[in-house]
């Protein structure tokens, strides 16, 4: 399974952008699929996820209310809409898989066996 994002880009405070993780090589119907966040100077966690039934999915405290994550099976694709932006949610944005896998509230970065190769956001003030 190949990832790649795109949709990153520089945005005001208060807008904003929606990331798109199209998949290559493999369907989706049977993986989890999530995004990561690495912010200048932080580590990589985890934003939110939906697992491969698509019943489970989280969010971290951070974005909840504000980012949404969603699926489109038959596109093949997967997204992240964010709104209401703040510069904390500058970063580079990392869309992940994992084969028949969950949406667990912790979750570390060796999950998912799947990665993009990142888009970076810019929130200015």
């Known amino acids: 399974l190949q990832l790649v994002e795109s949709g990153g880009g520089l945005v005001q405070s208060g807008g904003s952008l929606t990331l798109s993780c199209a998949a290559s090589?493999?369907?989706?119907?049977?993986?989890?699929i999530g995004w990561f966040r690495q912010s200048p100077g932080k580590e990589r966690e985890i934003m939110s996820c939906?697992?491969?039934?698509?019943?489970?999915?989280n969010y971290a405290d951070s974005v909840k209310g504000r980012f949404t994550i969603s699926r489109d099976n038959a596109k093949n694709t997967f997204f992240l809409q964010m709104n209401s932006l703040e510069p904390e949610d500058t970063g580079v944005y990392y869309c992940?898989?994992?084969?028949?896998?969950?949406?667990?509230?912790?979750?570390?970065?060796?999950?998912?066996?799947?990665w993009g190769q990142g888009t970076q956001v810019t929130v200015s003030s």
């Open positions: 992940v898989a994992e084969y028949l896998g969950g949406c667990p509230r912790k979750v570390t970065l060796a999950y998912f066996d799947y």
């Open positions: 090589g493999n369907t989706l119907d049977d993986y989890a």
């Open positions: 939906i697992s491969s039934s698509s019943r489970s999915t």
